[in-house]
């Protein structure tokens, strides 16, 4: 069975850091591309990052760029999000979501770890 | 970056409704749209990809339209189990977007 199990969201101060993880099992990470997605309290979904299987492709919505950086260990099946300069504006539910190679949609999602940023 | 349109936000239907959702893409994004549900609390689901494709597991009731700027997410009998909150996705140019979400209410 697919599984994908985020964890390390929390209460973070702006301008703080968070480092959030999506272990996979079920299936074989690396021959998967991987996301981020999120969704702010009540709000509708905002995709945040993607990294190819092999970590050779790597692209950032605008609101998050220079800011977060994707990362993954195919070797640990983890996948990994490193979040910096957080703003009020991140608070979210953060999901990570499996994408089929060269499919461009997302068929498995986790159960989301939630992030909040306040002072 | 390419905007997705869905409408309408909201929508209130009875159980065996035929119920239509709506997304127009701000420019052509031929077959790169998938639709998914969402309930409270929970992970998306997929649904419908390559806009028309239906993902495995997925009760026939739903099916999936268009290409270009507007697709369509249609339930042919609406049930109890479908009362949740439906979103389009496209890929463009690196860069995925979602629309603004539906939410199919009981009347």
């Known amino acids: 069975e697919v599984q994908l199990v985020e964890s390390g969201g929390g209460l973070v101060k702006p301008g703080g850091s968070l480092r959030l993880s999506c272990a996979a099992s079920?299936?074989?990470?690396?021959?998967?591309?991987m996301n981020w997605v999120r969704q702010a309290p009540g709000k509708g979904l905002e995709w945040v990052s993607f990294?190819?299987?092999?970590?050779?492709?790597?692209y950032y919505a605008d609101s998050v760029k220079g800011r977060f950086t994707i990362s993954r260990d195919n070797a640990k099946n983890l996948l990994f999000l490193q979040m910096n300069s957080l703003r009020a504006e991140d608070t979210a539910v953060y999901f990570c979501?499996?994408?089929?190679?060269?499919?461009?949609?997302?068929?498995?999602w986790g159960q989301g770890t939630l992030v909040t940023v306040s002072s | 970056d390419v905007q997705m349109t869905q409408s309408p936000s909201t929508l209130s239907a009875s159980v065996g409704d035929r119920v239509t959702i709506t997304c127009r893409a701000s420019?052509?994004?031929?077959?790169?749209l998938a639709w998914y549900q969402q309930k409270p609390g929970k992970a998306p689901k997929l649904l419908i990809y390559?806009?028309?494709s239906l993902e495995s597991g997925v009760p026939s009731r739903f099916s999936g339209s268009g290409s270009g700027t507007e697709f369509t997410l249609t339930i042919s009998s609406l049930q109890p189990d479908d009362f949740a909150a439906y979103y389009c996705?496209?890929?463009?140019?690196?860069?995925?977007?979602f629309g603004q979400g539906t939410k199919v209410e009981i009347k």
């Open positions: 979501a499996r994408m089929p190679k060269g499919s461009y949609y997302f068929d498995y």
């Open positions: 079920g299936f074989t990470l690396s021959n998967y591309d």
């Open positions: 990294i190819s299987s092999l970590s050779s492709y790597i």
């Open positions: 420019q052509s994004i031929s077959s790169w």
């Open positions: 390559k806009a028309s």
């Open positions: 996705q496209q890929y463009n140019s690196y860069s995925w977007t």
